[in-house]
């Protein structure tokens, strides 16, 4: 099933009764916003407030067009300031039904989902301020959920990574240790170790030593063969 958000961007509020000076400027502006002409109605406002800054319809229809030309941030000042100085619960739901579209369309869900709550406080029955409650509910549980997977993901990851660092560090003793006994017992081209060599090398000086000893002795013995004389 298609999923999609309804966004309610409410019209500036017209109003009743307040000095005439005030009222023009506003009514101008009201009628700049209906032709879309956003920049004109925003400076049509700001005269209004130059009248009377605590005007609360002029300030919410001066977050209205910031809000038509992509300013956002100067948006939401403007509603919170209306939501400070605004007594009607009606226009007041209005004011934070708005800060709740702009959040919603930036993925701040958590405050999304709070403004919504209060506009529903101020006006329990605006059934499409429930809709983007609800569904900026799930869109957050879906996030959580998405932000959670990618934790863990990551964390599977980071372990793998550590477990195959331990096995090379392992790998790479193992063969240090060997490279260390090789060198401590050096092999010749038939394969006898350094140690074998000289252990054979001293025998066999052992036994001409003892040849030798052994002729010296020989030679020392009186001879038992008479010499023959002479002619």
């Given at each position: 099933m298609r999923r999609f958000t309804?966004?309610?961007l409410l019209l500036p509020i017209a109003i009743a009764s307040m000095a005439q000076a005030d009222r023009d400027f506003i009514n101008d502006?009201?009628?700049?916003y209906h032709k879309q002409d956003f920049p004109a109605a925003e400076i049509l406002y700001r005269k209004a407030l130059e009248k009377n800054p605590d005007n609360s319809q002029a300030v919410y229809n001066l977050g209205c067009a910031l809000m038509m030309q992509g300013k956002d941030s100067a948006?939401?000042?403007q509603y919170e300031k209306a939501s400070k100085i605004e007594k009607n619960k009606y226009r007041l739901s209005k004011v934070y039904h708005n800060i709740g579209v702009i959040c919603q369309n930036k993925k701040l869900y958590s405050e999304a989902i709070e403004a919504y709550k209060q506009s529903l406080r101020n006006n329990p029955?605006?059934?499409e301020t429930r809709y983007n409650l609800a569904l900026c509910q799930k869109l957050k549980?879906?996030?959580d959920q998405n932000n959670q997977n990618n934790q863990n993901n990551q964390n599977n990851q980071n372990n793998q990574n550590n477990k195959d660092n331990k096995d090379q560090d392992k790998q790479?003793?193992?063969?240090?240790?060997?490279d260390d006994n090789n060198k401590q017992q050096p092999q010749d081209q038939n394969g006898m170790s350094r140690e074998n060599a000289e252990q054979l090398l001293n025998a066999a000086i052992q036994d001409e030593k003892n040849t030798q000893q052994r002729m010296e002795k020989a030679m020392q013995q009186p001879s038992s063969r008479q010499l023959e004389k002479n002619w």
């Amino acid at each position: 099933m298609r999923r999609f958000t309804l966004i309610l961007l409410l019209l500036p509020i017209a109003i009743a009764s307040m000095a005439q000076a005030d009222r023009d400027f506003i009514n101008d502006g009201n009628r700049k916003y209906h032709k879309q002409d956003f920049p004109a109605a925003e400076i049509l406002y700001r005269k209004a407030l130059e009248k009377n800054p605590d005007n609360s319809q002029a300030v919410y229809n001066l977050g209205c067009a910031l809000m038509m030309q992509g300013k956002d941030s100067a948006a939401v000042e403007q509603y919170e300031k209306a939501s400070k100085i605004e007594k009607n619960k009606y226009r007041l739901s209005k004011v934070y039904h708005n800060i709740g579209v702009i959040c919603q369309n930036k993925k701040l869900y958590s405050e999304a989902i709070e403004a919504y709550k209060q506009s529903l406080r101020n006006n329990p029955k605006d059934d499409e301020t429930r809709y983007n409650l609800a569904l900026c509910q799930k869109l957050k549980k879906d996030d959580d959920q998405n932000n959670q997977n990618n934790q863990n993901n990551q964390n599977n990851q980071n372990n793998q990574n550590n477990k195959d660092n331990k096995d090379q560090d392992k790998q790479n003793q193992d063969k240090n240790k060997n490279d260390d006994n090789n060198k401590q017992q050096p092999q010749d081209q038939n394969g006898m170790s350094r140690e074998n060599a000289e252990q054979l090398l001293n025998a066999a000086i052992q036994d001409e030593k003892n040849t030798q000893q052994r002729m010296e002795k020989a030679m020392q013995q009186p001879s038992s063969r008479q010499l023959e004389k002479n002619w």
